[in-house]
């Protein structure tokens, strides 16, 4: 009967042979059997070589607590990233789904109220257009209504006028005293035209001075005029003499209107 020792081993049960005493018979009594049963001596047959106990082929180490904690981290991170994955293409899916399921009628309404609040925002907009227009006007209007008015041109007699006319103004309005020679035919033309310009200007004031009551050199008083001096708030912006050689002895009141609002010296009318 076969052993376990057999069974692991993977020894064969037949034609073993015993090298003990104990079996009986001399190794002459078993060569003369043998030549008796077959005439001739029969070979051993050789064992297999034996089984392994157990087979590995991969690699094997020896892991401590350490290394199984860590193995463990990896092991959840690696199962939240996938869950972030799926996550994110289940939402994926599900926005292509809903955005797909609209039927025509939906597709139609929903255009018709894009439409629609398109139309309501360009409305509310000319509306508040229109309301800032119309407050900026009335704002417009109460300045102006506050700004003093003039409308023609006034002679100024001494020193004193001219100061009071300067110094004792609002703020806001423009002074733009015109300096003349009653000899000179450019100064007569000014005057024309100044007159003209206070009129179309009523919230500028515009004046007119002698040249010697200005205690002024002769030579100002000859070749210096026509001359306008510009004040605003009590200073001086403006300072143009010997006007003939910009406008010549015969020009217009659109040429002094000109003139001046180019150096931005007079409002918008």
């Known amino acids: 009967m076969a052993t376990l020792d057999?069974?692991?081993?993977?020894e064969k049960l037949h034609n073993y042979c015993s090298s003990s005493?104990?079996?009986?018979?001399?190794?002459?009594?078993?060569?003369?059997?043998?030549?008796?049963?077959?005439?001739?001596?029969a070979a051993d047959p050789e064992p297999p070589p034996p089984a392994p106990v157990n087979s590995w082929s991969g690699t094997a180490?020896?892991?401590?607590p350490k290394g199984v904690l860590e193995d463990w981290r990896r092991f959840k991170q690696l199962e939240a990233e996938n869950r972030k994955e799926?996550?994110?293409?289940?939402?994926?899916?599900?926005?292509?789904?809903?955005?797909?399921?609209?039927?025509?009628?939906?597709?139609?309404?929903?255009?018709?109220s894009e439409e629609l609040e398109d139309e309501l925002s360009?409305?509310?907009?000319?509306?508040?257009?229109?309301?800032?227009?119309?407050?900026r006007m009335q704002e417009l209007l109460s300045h102006l209504q506050k700004v003093p008015k003039f409308g023609k041109l006034i002679t100024l007699n001494d020193g004193e006028e001219f100061l009071k006319a300067i110094d004792k103004e609002d703020p806001n309005v423009t002074v733009i005293i015109h300096i003349?020679?009653?000899?000179?035919?450019?100064?007569?033309?000014?005057?024309?035209?100044?007159n003209i310009l206070a009129a179309d200007y009523p919230t500028v004031k515009f004046c007119r001075i002698a040249a010697n009551i200005t205690g002024l050199s002769k030579h100002f008083r000859v070749d210096g005029v026509p001359a306008l001096?510009?004040?605003?708030?009590?200073?001086?912006?403006?300072?143009?003499?010997?006007l003939v050689t910009e406008l010549g002895t015969d020009f217009f009141a659109t040429d002094v209107e000109k003139f001046l609002i180019e150096y931005g010296l007079l409002p918008e009318n």
């Open 122 to 135: 360009e409305l509310l907009d000319e509306e508040f257009l229109l309301q800032y227009q119309k407050q």
């Open 61 to 64: 180490s020896n892991t401590g």
């Open 21 to 41: 005493e104990d079996e009986g018979g001399s190794d002459d009594d078993d060569r003369s059997g043998d030549e008796d049963a077959g005439g001739s001596k």
């Open 229 to 242: 001096l510009v004040y605003k708030g009590g200073q001086i912006v403006g300072n143009f003499v010997q």
């Open 6 to 10: 057999d069974k692991i081993l993977g």
């Open 86 to 112: 799926l996550e994110k293409e289940r939402i994926a899916l599900a926005k292509k789904l809903t955005l797909s399921t609209r039927t025509e009628r939906e597709e139609a309404e929903a255009k018709q």
């Open 180 to 194: 003349y020679n009653e000899r000179k035919v450019a100064c007569e033309c000014m005057d024309g035209c100044l």
